[in-house]
């Protein structure tokens, strides 16, 4: 066994300061599109306010009369609006945060009542909202040579798996407004550089 060389050392370095911020932004980017996606809803829609029921509910305390709620509506605008609210057990009334352990947790938003407006966007209806994840090839050289870069090992099956569990952490603590995420992987049909199959496989997708 030959020892590792500087020069090798170096030339993993290299790759890796080329292609790791390449694949982090891609991955930021995926996450931020499921999140915005899956709390998508219709803008700036006023209904009636939500009353506080009888049994133990935490609610934002209000400073005078109830307002109007206004989606999407998060805690500190409910609180500031004086409106009172019926938060749930997904909500950490105490901080206004999801009640998950995360730093990063979200606002709480207000629980969705009424007409969603239907089929608002492509893939999206009264019920449901698909969610296509595009996946490279199995084996593509390509993305090999930028995943192990970073010591990314994961299968599709894999990444399927982990998408699938981050969906059901979205449903049950962010608004879907009414509506369930069906989630769709689909497997490229060309390389990563093939961008004639890149444009076919989008038009299937669509």
């Not at 307002?67 to 004086?82: R, S």
């Not at 299968?155 to 509506?179: C, H, I, V």
């Amino acid at each position: 066994m030959q020892p590792v060389s500087a020069e090798s050392e170096a030339k993993k370095s290299t790759t890796l300061k080329r292609f790791g911020p390449v694949v982090g932004l891609v991955a930021a980017v995926a996450i931020g599109v499921g999140v915005l996606v899956i709390s998508g809803g219709e803008d700036d829609k006023v209904v009636a306010p939500v009353s506080t029921e009888a049994g133990g509910s935490s609610s934002t305390p209000g400073t005078g009369a109830p307002g109007e709620i206004t989606y999407p509506m998060n805690f500190t605008q409910a609180k500031d609006a004086g409106v009172t609210v019926d938060w749930g057990t997904r909500c950490d009334t105490t901080t206004g945060k999801i009640a998950v352990p995360d730093f990063f947790a979200s606002q709480c938003y207000v629980p969705f009542t009424g007409d969603n407006g239907g089929a608002t966007a492509e893939g999206v209806t009264a019920d449901e909202i698909t969610i296509a994840m595009y996946q490279g090839q199995p084996g593509d050289a390509i993305m090999a040579y930028i995943t192990d870069a970073v010591q990314v090992s994961d299968t599709n099956a894999q990444a399927t798996e982990t998408m699938q569990n981050l969906l059901k952490y979205y449903e049950t603590f962010y608004e879907t407004y009414g509506r369930s995420v069906k989630f769709v992987p689909f497997v490229g049909t060309g390389n990563a550089l093939d961008e004639t199959a890149a444009r076919a496989d989008a038009v299937r997708i669509a």
